[in-house]
């Protein structure tokens, strides 16, 4: 049996075709369910802050909003066992993963107010890549929540002072 074009001309165009509306089904939604963005965070206590941070964050116009969004998007933040027993949580990077790693132990021991400086530091590391500021204002009185170690100083009298120090300062404090 010899093959010349003509003999397997139409077959290549059907096999061609069979690809071609292959692909296009498996890239569109046609038949398939609407799908839910899913974000690396899945625990409500940690989404509660993520839209709050969000919130804050748009207050300050240098801020590119959709690049924010994107990148909390790609972002793990998840429960884990601190990396010592007192480390409330840490942001960790590598060539992968980009990831926020709360200690479910101490997290659940902070008051609100606590749980939201920890996650306001962590996603500020992680999203701006600012360093840690240690200035004090007094003894026990950090000059911002991006301090190496938490201080209940964060509440809803200071509340504000923070988040201007964080949004305005703090961000382009980076390594």
């Known amino acids: ?5 003509q003999s397997w001309l139409p077959r290549l165009h059907l096999n061609s075709l069979v690809i071609i ?3 296009l089904f498996s890239t569109s939604n046609i038949g398939c369910a609407s799908r839910t963005p899913t974000y690396g965070y ?9 839209i709050s941070y969000q919130k804050e964050a748009a207050k300050f116009a240098t801020i590119n909003q959709h690049a924010l969004a994107n990148d909390i998007y790609t972002l793990e933040i ?3 066992p601190g990396r010592t027993k ?7 990077q590598d060539f ?6 709360i ?12 749980q939201e400086q920890l996650l306001y530091h962590e996603l500020t590391h992680a999203l701006f890549h600012a360093k840690h500021n240690d200035r004090m204002l007094g003894q026990n009185y950090p000059a911002s929540i991006m301090s190496t170690y938490h201080y209940k100083t964060y509440n809803s009298k ?4 923070y988040i201007n120090q964080l949004f305005g300062i703090d961000i382009y404090q980076t390594h």
Do not use: P, W
């Not at 049996?1 to 074009?5: L, V």
């Not at 899945?42 to 993520?50: A, C, M, N, S």
């Not at 200071?158 to 002072?161: E, I, S």
């Open 1 to 5: 049996m010899s093959f010349t074009i």
């Open 21 to 23: 509306i292959g692909l």
């Open 42 to 50: 899945k625990d409500e206590h940690f989404t509660q802050f993520i």
């Open 78 to 80: 998840k429960f884990a």
């Open 86 to 92: 007192t480390e409330l949580g840490y942001f960790y």
């Open 96 to 101: 992968h993963d980009r990831m926020i790693v």
């Open 103 to 114: 200690n479910e132990d101490t997290f659940f021991d902070l008051d609100y107010d606590g």
């Open 158 to 161: 200071t509340r504000d002072m």
